[in-house]
Structures are given as structure tokens and as C-alpha cells.
């Protein structure tokens, strides 16, 4: 069984930066696709990023490609996102989770991952 952590969410300024941590404990996923989602309260979760288990590939939904870079440390056992230029359509609970289906080329479905985190709150004020 794995457990996630996010932590480093908060409230920004329009066109500032965050950087979000997604801690594993319980065993290693190093070898394990992760993923990035976001879900504003009351619509569903929605796909921002995955990284494949040695971080040499990665995709991201088109909302966030280019200010958004998904990385990993396999040896501190955690997977980052660090969010650039954030604007405040990026406001969500952020969640990472580990990729246990390969349904989508990109691993863009929720229904692919699991053993979510309890989510880190981001807000973007104008």
C-alpha cells in the first residue's frame, strides 16, 4: 500500500510561482508512472501532468503546458510540480497519484490512477 503526501500549496499573486511536493511512504514508486490532477469544488477532477517512473517522459494538459514541469526524485521517493506564471483559472486542490492502468497513450484519465494524496490547496488571486 502506498500513501501520498501533497504539500506545498498556498495562496499566490496572479504570475507567480509555486512548487508542489508529492511524498510516498509505505514503498518505493520509483518504478511507477505518477500523475498530477486538479478539481475545482464541484466539477470533476481533471488531468494536469504525468511523468513515466524514470521522468524521461513527460505530458501535460494544454491548459498548463509551458508554465507547468512535472519532475521526480526516485531516491527521496517524491514527485514535484512546479507551477509558473500561475493564473487564477489554476485555483484547485491539487492531488498527485500513482498510475496503475495504461488506458490512454498520455495517462490523461483519473480512472488510471490510484492511492490518491488528500489534495493541497492553490489559490490564484488576480
Known amino acids: 500500500q502506498v500513501q501520498l503526501v501533497e504539500s506545498g500549496g498556498g495562496l499566490v499573486q496572479a504570475g507567480g510561482s509555486l512548487r508542489l511536493s508529492c511524498a510516498a511512504s509505505?514503498?518505493?514508486?520509483?518504478?511507477?508512472?505518477m500523475g498530477w490532477f486538479r478539481q475545482v469544488l464541484g466539477k470533476e477532477r481533471e488531468f494536469v501532468a504525468t511523468?513515466?517512473?524514470?521522468?524521461?517522459?513527460?505530458y501535460y494538459a494544454a491548459s498548463v503546458k509551458g508554465r507547468f514541469t512535472i519532475s521526480r526524485d526516485n531516491a527521496k521517493n517524491t514527485v514535484y510540480l512546479q507551477m509558473n506564471n500561475l493564473k487564477p483559472e489554476d485555483t484547485a486542490v491539487y492531488y498527485c497519484?500513482?498510475?496503475?492502468?495504461?488506458?490512454?497513450?498520455?495517462?490523461?484519465?483519473?480512472?488510471?490512477?490510484?492511492?490518491w494524496g488528500q489534495g493541497t490547496q492553490v489559490t490564484v488571486s488576480s
Open positions: 511523468i513515466n517512473w524514470s521522468g524521461s517522459t513527460t
Open positions: 497519484a500513482v498510475r496503475r492502468m495504461f488506458t490512454t497513450l498520455q495517462g490523461i484519465s483519473v480512472l488510471e490512477y490510484d492511492y
Open positions: 509505505g514503498r518505493t514508486v520509483s518504478r511507477d508512472a
